[in-house]
T-cell receptor, first 115, second 116 residues
Framework: DGGITQSPKYLFRKEGQNVTLSCEQN?????MYWYRQDPGQGLRLIYY???????QKGDIAEGYSVSREKKESFPLTVTSAQKNPTAFYLC??????????????FGEGSWLTVV | AQTVTQSQPEMSVQEAETVTLSCTYD???????LFWYKQPPSRQMILVIR??????QNATENRFSVNFQKAAKSFSLKISDSQLGDAAMYFC?????????????FGTGTRLTIIP
């Protein structure tokens, strides 16, 4: 099936640990995104990438890092510098430029909890 | 920077009735895209409807339609014949066409409850 796969669905992190959330897409999309959602709030952009080996900070990039070594993969690392990482994380992708109105599609999300 | 405002944190509607969810946005751009996404309890973000700013005609998708007022920067979603499966969080979103700024900016959402 074509789509966006995020793993793991649930992840627990101890204080001071780095954790990595996986996002893989087989839609041949150029652009990929990471969003964070806190309870009762909308989505906020963490990082996005429009082409391989290039990415830009979003609105809340502090404490996070990403890489884009392959077109289909855009992993997100939540570092120990992120003071309040407990949230729901959504990965998304789109064909590329929005000039043609390409819609952004989302994965099923990953829950991260600090214990 | 663009902002999106959803002023109704919660709405409810009787099953089979019609409900309208409000959304306003702020931008200095003349061309852009607007979206409504639905997020059911599963948390999956599902595209409901999309509107191109340069099109005068309001988008429709079956029971879902929008009222796009470009001058007023308003983009409301109308759900007709509401069904129990429509219960969800609904998010309005804005997408620029400027290269390098093509992210989605979301409102804070409206929780829609369907009353049987």
């Amino acid at each position: 099936d074509g789509g966006i796969t995020q793993s793991p669905k649930y992840l627990f992190r101890k204080e001071g640990q780095n954790v990595t959330l996986s996002c893989e897409q087989n839609l041949n999309h150029d652009a990929m995104y990471w969003y964070r959602q806190d309870p009762g709030q909308g989505l906020r952009l963490i990082y996005y990438s429009q082409i391989v080996n290039d990415f830009q900070k979003g609105d809340i990039a502090e404490g996070y890092s990403v890489s884009r070594e392959k077109k289909e993969s855009f992993p997100l690392t939540v570092t120990s510098a992120q003071k309040n990482p407990t949230a729901f994380y959504l990965c998304a992708s789109s064909i590329g430029s929005s000039l043609s109105g390409n819609t952004i599609y989302f994965g099923e999300g990953s829950w991260l909890t600090v214990v | 920077a663009q902002t999106v405002t959803q002023s109704q944190p919660e709405m409810s509607v009787q099953e089979a009735e019609t409900v309208t969810l409000s959304c306003t946005y702020d931008t200095s751009e003349s061309d852009y895209y607007l979206f409504w996404y639905k997020q059911p309890p599963s948390r999956q973000m599902i595209l409901v409807i999309r509107q191109e700013a340069y099109k005068q005609q309001n988008a429709t998708e079956n029971r879902f339609s929008v009222n796009f007022q470009k001058a007023a920067k308003s983009f409301s979603l109308k759900i007709s014949d509401s069904q129990l499966g429509d219960a969800a969080m609904y998010f309005c979103a804005y997408r620029s066409v400027d290269f390098g700024n093509e992210k989605l900016t979301f409102g804070t959402g409206t929780r829609l409850t369907i009353i049987p």
